[in-house]
Every structure is written in C-alpha cells, then in structure tokens.
C-alpha cells in the first residue's frame, strides 16, 4: 500500500533528493509568485490552493517533475501555452525532465497565469 501524506514536508522527504528538490523548488516559487497561496495534500501530492480551491498540484517521479494545473491550461496566454507544448503530457498535465535543469522562468509565468485564473475562476 502506497504511503499516506499528511504534510507536503513528508511528501518532500519521501522523494528521491533530485525529485525532492524539485517538488521543494515549485512550492518555493509557488510562495513567491503568488502570495498567501495555502497548502494541502490532495491526491497524495502537494496541492496549493486560494480561497480552499486548487491551483496546482505537484509530483515528484522516478524521471520527472509532474506538474496538474487548475484549470488545466492557462490558455489564455497563447505564447505560454506555446512555450509549455513540449512539456504537455495528456489533458491537464505539465512534464519537466529531471535530467535537465528546471526552466524557473517558465515555471514562473505559469503560476502567475494560474493565480490569474484562480483570481478570476
């Protein structure tokens, strides 16, 4: 049986130190870009919420950092959307290679997009 989190700590620590340090490295940027985001688990991974409604949620794999974002797509950004396309992995999911530095920048556009739909979802 799969283990249960309580806390996103024990989330992070359970992982591989690359996959964990990449887990610990979106909830540091998450904080950042996006002020007074709150924390939980759902689904047995990290979720980061405003207002009790989920943003994000964040796993760490064997290969890759998995990133759900709520709502799936900030489509609203078509160059974002452009720039996430070799990361898409099915409906709803954003993939980023462990064997390749996490592109921050990125990472950042797209919190600031899904805090914007959260603001207005």
């Known amino acids: 049986m799969a283990q249960k ?4 700590d024990e989330y992070v620590g359970s992982l591989a ?4 340090a990449a887990v ?7 904080h950042e870009e996006l002020p007074g985001l709150g924390e939980t688990i759902a689904y047995n991974m990290p979720t980061f919420e405003r207002d009790g409604r989920p ?3 964040v796993g760490g794999w064997k ?3 998995a990133i759900y974002p709520e709502p ?3 489509a609203e950004d078509a160059g974002l959307v452009l ?3 070799p990361y898409a992995s099915g409906k709803g999911t954003l993939r980023f290679p462990l064997s ?4 921050e920048q990125l990472l950042r556009r797209t919190l600031r997009a899904l805090g914007a739909a959260a603001a207005t979802g």
Not at 24 to 30: G, P, S
């Open 55 to 57: 943003v994000l949620h």
């Open 83 to 85: 720039d996430l396309a």
């Open 72 to 74: 799936s797509a900030p």
């Open 100 to 103: 390749r530095p996490l592109d």
């Open 24 to 30: 610990q490295r979106v909830r540091d940027l998450a």
């Open 17 to 20: 130190p690359d996959s964990g």
């Open 5 to 8: 989190f309580s806390t996103i």
């Open 63 to 65: 290969t890759h950092l």
